[in-house]
Structure formats: C-alpha cells, structure tokens
C-alpha cells in the first residue's frame, strides 16, 4: 500500500522561515562583497586627505549707525563688511550652503541675518565676500547705551561679525553630506568721545575663528 505524507501547517511554516533566512544571508553577502568595499575605500580617500576647515580673516568693517531710538531701548544699525574666505585644500573642493552673516555686540544680537548666495570654492581657492547688515527696532538690553559710553570713553569699540551657515566637502565627483560651521570675526575700531565725521571704520585684517 503506498503511503502519502502530508506536511503539516508547522513543517510549511519552518520551510519558509528557513527560505526568509537565506534570502537574508543573500542580501548580506551582496552587500559584503560590493557595498562595503566601495565605503571602505571612500573612508579610506577620507582619511588620507583628512580636509581643513576653510580660513577666513576680515578685511574691513565700516560702521555707519549704531544708536538706541529716543526715550527707548530699540537700536538702529548700519554696518559693512568685507572678509576673505580660502579653502587651504589641495585636494578638496568645499561647496558652501545656506550662509547668513549678522554682527554681535556684547554677546547681543545688533543686526538681523543677512544671507549670502551659496558658491563653490576649488582646491586652494579664495573669495571675497561683502555683506550689509542693517538693524531696526532691534531691542537690547538696558545697559547697552552704557556700555558704549564706556567703550567711547576707553577710545575703542569692539564688535563680533559672525557667519552662520553649511558647508559640503568634493573629493573627485563624491559630495559630502552637509555640516553646520560657524565663523566669529572681532572687529575693533577706534571710538573717541569726539564725534566722528564718518563711519567707525577697521582694517586690521583680523583672523577669525572657525568652527565645524
């Protein structure tokens, strides 16, 4: 008599778990044997370039208005600025993204974003940059007016011109995904008690400092 063997729910359950598993073991050696490679070698162009955050130095400040509205604590400010940016890369192109530039005083915010067109710099390339921060209505602390009184009396001013903004690293045709970096400037110019005729202007060609 012959004998027919029927499988039951749980034996067809096991036959295709067995399946799932290795359609899995699959993926993982496809990704083994092509995916890990190609990561392993762009980590490996990664660390032997090993890019330097870019430099930037300011070459000149000119401010035209800082002064608090009548009986108020609102401030009104007109500043210009210029500042270089390199990329010291020799190897490394730095594309840079969504950048605004604001001016600071005192660890207070004194002009509203000012945002600069996103551009690409080649290995060791520089540009210049130019920026027109405007204030209105700003409010600031009470003692603000104070504290430039003291500055006028000490004969000089110091500001904080900050850039704000991503930047994106190019090795070959690869593109880095996007990392957030910070620039602070200090820019310190003459302030006497006498009036000045014109715009409270510095050319030092300070260094700023860089974060990422």
Known sequence: ???????SPKHCAKKELNLGKFRYKKLFYFLSAFVFPFLSFILLIWLILRPSKPDFSLKETNVYQLNLSSGSHLLNSSIQ????????????????????VYAAYKGQQITTYTSLPPFY??????NLLSASL?????????????EVGRDQTAGRLILNLKVIGKLR?????W????YRFNVNCVAIMAFG???????????????CSTTI
């Not at 710099?121 to 520089?126: C, G, K, L, P, R």
């Open 1 to 7: 008599m012959s004998q027919y063997f029927v499988e």
């Open 81 to 100: 600025l210029s500042l270089f940016a390199k990329n010291p890369n020799k190897k490394v192109g730095i594309y840079y993204d969504e950048l605004q």
């Open 121 to 126: 710099q080649d290995h060791e390339d520089s």
């Open 134 to 146: 405007v204030g209105t209505g700003l409010p600031v602390a009470q003692s603000f007016g104070y």
């Open 169 to 173: 690293w190019k090795v070959g045709t």
């Open 175 to 178: 593109v880095s995904g996007k």
């Open 193 to 207: 008690p006498a009036i000045p005729t014109g715009p409270l202007t510095s050319k030092q060609g300070t260094l």
